[in-house]
């Protein structure tokens, strides 16, 4: 029976995605979710890539949580329109969640949007809430076993961030490896390493963003 309830669930979740998916094609709008274990500096990934791409291009975000306003707090700092979701508990955000605070952003107005999903490297990869593409972002404190053990985000990712690269002096994770293993889950995943503390890589990553939304629209 247990089988039977989470097809029905992600059936429905499934049928909003769609529905999502349609209006930000309508609106011209290309959407990213934005997914990793807690603190592996999310938040700090879209200040730093809405500092780059504000030039160019206008940007909202979407703020899951599981409770508080802080991350939603950093992003409205860079001054664009962001609105945050607590999931009051879920470990998650899923399309109906996202298609409930739509009217709050001026979708019209906009030519990118990000979800922040809530930290976890389990459920955000089952639910398409929909986006033009899932976005994975890991840091090498994390070491380089991560693929093996939650091979779904992999899969489900189309580029793969690594971040806090400046710290690599001080430990033993083991780079080539852990990008072998990405690429032998998801053989077409783009990977970026980065920092978002010195600046390091992260021209390459909004390089590649502006690409694929000049390439959609
Ligand atoms: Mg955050
Ligand atoms: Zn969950």
New binding site residues.
Partial sequence: MKVKVVTRILEANERIATENRRLFKEKGLFVVNLMSGPGAGKTSLLVRTIELLKPHLRVGVIEGDITGTEDAERIQSTGVPVVQINTGG???LDANMIQEVLPELPLGELDLLFIEN?G?L???A??NVGEDMKVMLLSVTEGEDKPLKYPLMFQQSKALVINKIDLLPHLDIDMESLKERARALNRDMEIFEVSCKTSEGLESWTTYLTGLINSTH
């Fill in positions: 879920a470990c998650h809530v976890n389990v459920c955000p089952e639910f």
